[in-house]
């Protein structure tokens, strides 16, 4: 069942004994919605917790204290935030699947698997919806304003893709008027690499491949690249936005070997292809812009799916 805002705000206000689920490989935007719903929750009296992530990386740390569910703690309601299906659940969601309560996301993919449902894919973060729920209730608190300003700035890449709207600018502007160090999240996010950051940059660019006179670019990380460099989860947090700022490149494709015989792949285009037509023939989807998938196989094997995918959606 679809939800409204309001609809949203109510139910949620009528609930109690809250877990709040974020998705796999945890970005800014599920662990920043996570965090601002379940201190909003407690605001109102409720009891509130977000669900461990195994997968979350340090960079999170921060914002995630007090907030993580006690081992033994028993929920009455389900409520994933910025999840778009249960294929996304991690390995300690599992038990979850098919008990989804409410389903909060902004992904044009998402497949309804809750028993309600508030989904917009007109907002560039799931913290702008966020925003608007938690507003039917109260003025947003530092608090609260912290962890939705790191979920709107980064699934925006600090409001420099696409998908940013004026209604993001609003959003982060009434954040920001909280008293939140945005300049804090701004440099933690966006402007601080690690050493080995960025020797995983320039391992990729001298293995970078062009296609379409340089305007498709396929860049791969191996298991042997990260286990060489030593790398973290860490060090290769949204590593997808990296190969998009080289200059003539409009479809930008990073492939990452997860484990043997398995690669996850995040395909950023322009205006000119639907990043989200081209997962969803691998199994994948999210946005038109940004998307993802993953493919059975070697770096070779992904490589050869997700130009087959692409050249079909571009011959469509």
Known sequence: MAM???????????????????????????LGCAVGLCRALRKLGKAAWVLPNEDATSLFDPYLEGVLAPADYVPETLVSVDI????????????YKGKVDLSIDHHPSNEGFAALNYVDPSRAACG??????????????????????????????CFMYSNTSPNTHRVAAALMETGIDAA??????????????????ARIM???????????????????????????????????AFVGQLEGVHTAVTIREIQPGECKLSVRTGADLN??????????GGHAAASGCTVMGGIADAKRAIVAAIEQVRAS
Request: proline fraction near 2%; charge should be negative.
């Open 206 to 240: 001298e293995t970078l491949e062009l296609r379409d006179n340089g305007q498709t670019a396929l860049a791969a990380i191996s298991l042997a690249d990260l286990k060489e460099l030593n790398a973290r989860e860490e060090d290769v947090e949204d590593i997808a």
């Open 128 to 157: 702008e919806i966020l925003y608007d729920v938690i507003t039917q209730w109260f003025p947003v608190s530092e608090e609260i304003a912290l962890p939705l300003y790191v979920a709107v700035a980064t699934d925006t890449g």
């Open 275 to 284: 990043a989200s037509t081209v997962c969803a023939l691998l199994g994948g």
């Open 184 to 201: 804090w999240v701004n440099k933690r996010h966006f402007r601080t690499k690690s050493y080995t950051r960025l020797r995983i940059e």
């Open 84 to 95: 778009a299906s249960e294929g996304l659940f991690t390995g300690s969601e599992a038990c």
């Open 4 to 30: 409204t805002v309001q609809e949203t705000a109510r139910w949620l206000q009528s609930r109690d004994g809250y877990l709040i689920l974020t998705h796999k490989r945890p970005d800014g935007d599920t």
